[in-house]
């Protein structure tokens, strides 16, 4: 198996909503990933996983939540969202212990903050 | 300056020609250099990593990096309808926990 996995794919939520974005792979990948991506810009990063520990957070802030239950598992819990993070929400994975290592990405959620 | 800078494009090229992408970087040490295909509204896509100077070839692609000019390019070859679409170029530095950057994107036309 050598794909990530993301539900949903759309999402709409109000800016009072919960919601989560979930990620899964079977790549026994111990690095995972959360970017945003606006349109026509590169992905942004936002929060590293390494061995299901959260060892990067880009200044995000805190109406997104990370969480990392197992080690093919990644979530993203979000909060109280404002228009501006209508995005493309990409999870990626990769290899840890050597820095040749890209990323693979799942097909994305796209969110839409009403 | 941008840590990796990319020509946004958009770059046309006809059908059948060479197209030639490049890419320059700012932190020297860097280690692992990557590029990525991302058709519109889509995620973006492993196509090409090079980590020693010099030609890395797979397929039509010819990825090229030369660390002294901190410089990598990507060559695509016979190129296709299907090739049309934004080109990441992205940089690793050389600790394991180091972030992949990615430069902001060209965007390639093909033209039959």
């Known amino acids: 198996d050598t794909e990530v996995t993301q539900t949903p794919k759309h999402l709409v939520m109000g800016m009072t909503n919960k919601k989560s974005l979930k990620c899964e792979q079977h790549?026994?990948?111990?690095?995972m990933y959360w970017y945003k991506q606006k349109a026509k810009k590169p992905p942004e990063l936002m929060f590293v996983?390494?061995?299901?520990?959260?060892?990067i957070n880009e200044s995000v802030p805190s109406r997104f939540s990370p969480e990392c239950p197992n080690s093919s598992l990644l979530n993203l819990h979000l909060h109280a969202l404002q228009p501006e993070d209508s995005a493309l929400y990409l999870c990626a994975s990769s290899q840890v212990g050597a820095a040749n290592y890209g990323y693979t990405f799942g097909s994305g959620t796209r969110l839409t903050v009403v | 300056q941008k840590e990796v800078e990319q020509n946004s494009g958009p770059l046309s090229v006809p059908e059948g020609a060479i197209a030639s992408l490049n890419c320059t970087y700012s932190?020297?040490?860097?280690?692992?250099f990557f590029w990525y295909r991302q058709y519109s509204g889509k995620s973006p896509e492993l196509i090409m990593s090079?980590?020693?100077?010099g030609d890395k070839e797979d397929g039509r692609f010819t990825a090229q990096l030369n660390k002294a000019s901190q410089y990598v390019s990507l060559l695509i070859r016979d190129s296709q309808p299907s090739d049309s679409a934004t080109y990441l170029c992205a940089v690793r530095g050389v600790s394991s926990a180091s972030k992949i950057i990615f430069g902001s994107g060209t965007r390639l036309s093909i033209r039959p």
């Open positions: 932190d020297r040490v860097s280690q692992s």
């Open positions: 090079i980590y020693s100077n």
């Open positions: 790549m026994g990948h111990r690095a």
């Open positions: 996983y390494s061995y299901e520990k959260l060892s």
